[in-house]
């Protein structure tokens, strides 16, 4: 299993809204990570776990929450966002290691309301 | 500070050969990642370079030099599908192992 999968596909919340996107993989990596990524952009990194435990915090704003419940799931929990905050939000994987290549998901598409 | 430079766009021909190119200004070095993204989808990993050279991967290949900061990625043969953008990334080891520095992306369009 070679993959990173991310839940739900697309999104639709309003301002006052609680959800959470959900990521997972099974290659035994031991870091996590959360990106944004607006149209023609490059990702941002927003958050990185590693071996569970949060290790990069790029001054999200707290409406951000990441949660990582074990070493193969990593979830975000989203609370009274902005229309700004629509994206596409990638999750990735390394395996922990000197290459540390990043492995994204297939992402999900965000839009507030 | 940390800069990564890569043409924002550039137009082949089916069948060509293009350079994509990468220049890099970071505090220190552990790596070169290529990554392909088609519009909507994640980014899909191509290669890596950390040692000076030529790295080959069927169609693609990619080129390290560290002295100079730069590298390049050289498609071949190209096909309408290779119409994405293309993200040159490096890692810099003052940041924490597992951080990449971002350059803007390479938007490539394949004409028929």
């Known amino acids: 299993d070679t993959e990173v999968t991310q839940t739900p596909k697309h999104l639709v919340m309003g301002m006052t809204n609680k959800k959470s996107l959900k990521c997972e993989q099974h290659?035994?990596?031991?870091?996590m990570y959360w990106y944004k990524q607006k149209a023609k952009k490059p990702p941002e990194l927003m958050f990185v776990?590693?071996?569970?435990?949060?290790?990069i915090n790029e001054s999200v704003p707290s409406r951000f929450s990441p949660e990582c419940p074990n070493s193969s799931l990593l979830n975000l929990h989203l609370h009274a966002l902005q229309p700004e905050d629509s994206a596409l939000y990638l999750c990735?994987?390394?395996?922990?290691?000197?290459?540390?290549?990043?492995?994204f998901g297939p992402g999900t598409r965000l839009l507030v309301l | 500070g940390q800069n990564i430079d890569q043409p924002t766009e550039m137009t082949a021909t089916e069948g060509a050969i293009v350079q994509i190119n990468c220049t890099y200004q970071?505090?220190?070095?552990?790596?070169l990642f290529w990554y392909q993204q088609h519009a909507g989808e994640a980014p899909t990993f191509l290669s890596y370079?950390?040692?000076?050279g030529l790295e080959e991967k069927g169609r693609f290949s990619s080129f390290l030099s560290r002295s100079k900061g730069y590298s390049y990625l050289l498609l071949k043969e190209l096909q309408m599908k290779d119409s994405a953008s293309y993200l040159c990334?490096?890692?810099?080891?003052?940041?924490?192992?597992?951080?990449?520095?971002f350059g803007t992306g390479t938007r490539l369009k394949v004409l028929a």
């Open positions: 990735a994987s390394s395996p922990g290691g000197r290459s540390e290549t990043q492995y």
């Open positions: 290659m035994g990596h031991r870091a």
């Open positions: 776990y590693s071996y569970e435990k949060l290790s």
């Open positions: 970071t505090s220190g070095f552990n790596g």
């Open positions: 370079n950390v040692l000076d």
């Open positions: 990334a490096v890692r810099p080891t003052t940041s924490g192992t597992y951080k990449y520095i």
